[in-house]
């Protein structure tokens, strides 16, 4: 997996590109649009009808979201040595277990199941021009 982030003509978007190489070439070309940068709040514009919020917050750029019966919980870091860290955990959408603390049937907890995980560490590239 690549991904391309860059200036785009619209002062408050970037663009994230994502190119995952994995037999198939599968290109996410997508906006990241800053709501309120000094609060954190972004949305990822997927150029194809789907906004999903997205937040910024002790050096880490979440992104949960559901599509079908799968929630995605994407996290964007990047390390002290400039590599990016993403992680992508899936879980089902619908709980998998519900319990409340003893007496206390206000305070349950909803449990959800992990149904697959993607994982990805990219290093800084100069941009350059493939043959």
């Known amino acids: 997996m690549t991904l391309t982030i860059g200036a785009t003509a619209k002062p408050d978007a970037l663009r994230w590109m994502l190119v995952y190489e994995t037999g198939t070439r599968d290109v ?9 940068a000094a609060a954190g709040t972004y949305v990822i514009d997927e150029k194809n009808g789907l906004l999903l919020d997205a937040a910024f917050s002790d050096g880490v750029l979440y992104a949960p979201f559901t ?9 964007y870091r990047v390390d002290e040595s400039g590599t990016m860290h993403a ?4 879980f089902g959408a619908e709980p998998s277990r519900t319990s409340c603390l003893t007496g206390q049937p206000e305070t349950c907890a909803r449990s959800f199941a992990l149904t697959g995980t ?4 990219m290093k800084r590239q100069e941009m350059r021009k493939l043959d």
């Open 28 to 36: 996410r070309d997508y906006e990241l649009l800053a709501v309120d």
């Open 87 to 90: 992680d992508m955990p899936s």
């Open 67 to 75: 599509i079908g019966k799968v929630l995605i919980t994407a996290t």
């Open 118 to 121: 993607q994982h990805c560490w």
